[in-house]
């Protein structure tokens, strides 16, 4: 008994059985691939196959194979295994592409420099360290995208934060970053040359809008991470009552954040330091809930909001910042911290990381930025090395 198979329409195929047994019954199913007539008789009494059929199945299963390896290359783009099997892809991807791959850890660099310095490559580092699966983003005003594109660029950042399979390094474009926010108009109306403290404030705007819209972790460039932190909507408290904006996240297109970037046009006053930052988060959280003081290494939590003890990022609180580069008796263990904020901006004598030296900050380099800390003998090195004409 033969059953027949053949094109009812184009990209369809149509089953139908002998009349004694057809009773109106009908299936379909479609194919892109291959138009054409099989006859399927009953298995003991098939024939061969012509030539012609099977270079025709050979073709259909050659183009099937090649979609559905399209396919699985397009997905793993828009997953973690971009970092896994990809590596070289960082390089042809836009910014929205990562940062639409969702949970990005994105820090800021809003001066011209390009040769960020050893604690800006440690904060970059040791997020990659820790977060594997995640994009670890470095905005930086003075790139451009053909900097971007020079593989060949004499600077050390490029090929030390590049070598790291999940970082990318993307130009800091202000005016796309506030499209869509209320912080467009802000921009638009501000003279930066007149700004005071432009640095800083343009830096407090850039993340409001970054995280507003992708959603993730913002990081200070001067913030070392140490282990993941679990929460996703949080502020971290510098110490009680008083929030930072140096670390925060927060899901895509939270009311919260929303409400902060209103706030800061609002409120905006250039010329008074932190009016945009930490005083703002302050301030917009005392709308929500009545802040109270920590008690031991406890959280605390306002509709929703994870307000984060100091022992989680300021276990060394600012008056003191200069003890990361001191030489300690015992070195604490941070077991109650996520990160640590060295409070780059204080240390106004540039104390730095010096090899040797058995200082906490050293240590800190070694344990969680290995690669910048090597970095940093191998150009200690060059510099001890006699010159030429010595």
Known sequence: MLQKVWVSSPGSWALQEPNSQRQGKKRCCKCRFVRTIIQHPCRRHAPKRSRKERMLRKIQICLCFCFVSGILYEISLLSSCVFSYLPMAQQYLTPEQVLNLGKSIIFLETTERLEPPPLVSCSVESAARIYQDRPIILFMRGLTNETALDMNTSYAAFSLLSSMKNVFLFPLQMETVFQETPLLQWYNQVVPEQEKNWVHVSSDASRLALIWKYGGIYMDTDVISIRPIPQQS?????????????????????????????????????????????????????????????????????????????????????????????????????????????????????????????????????????????????????????????
């Open 234 to 390: 949080f502020l971290a408290a510098q110490k009680s009552r008083f929030s930072s904006n140096g670390i925060f996240g927060f899901p895509a297109r939270h009311q919260f954040i929303w409400d902060c970037m209103e706030n800061f046009v609002l409120k905006y006053n250039g010329n008074i330091w932190g009016n945009q930052g930490p005083f703002l988060m302050t301030r917009m959280l005392k709308t929500l809930c009545n802040l109270t003081d920590f008690q031991g290494t406890e959280d605390h939590s306002c509709q929703n909001i994870s307000f984060l003890n100091p022992q989680r990022f300021y276990p060394i609180p600012y008056p003191a910042w200069s003890r990361y580069y001191q030489v300690w008796d015992k070195s604490p263990s941070f077991n109650h911290s996520y990160a640590l904020h060295l409070w780059n901006f204080m240390n106004r004598d540039r104390k730095v990381v010096v090899a040797g030296s058995n200082t906490l900050a050293e240590k800190l380099y070694k344990t969680y930025c290995p690669t910048t800390y090597e970095d940093l003998i191998q150009n200690a090195k060059h510099r001890d090395l006699p010159s030429p004409e010595e």
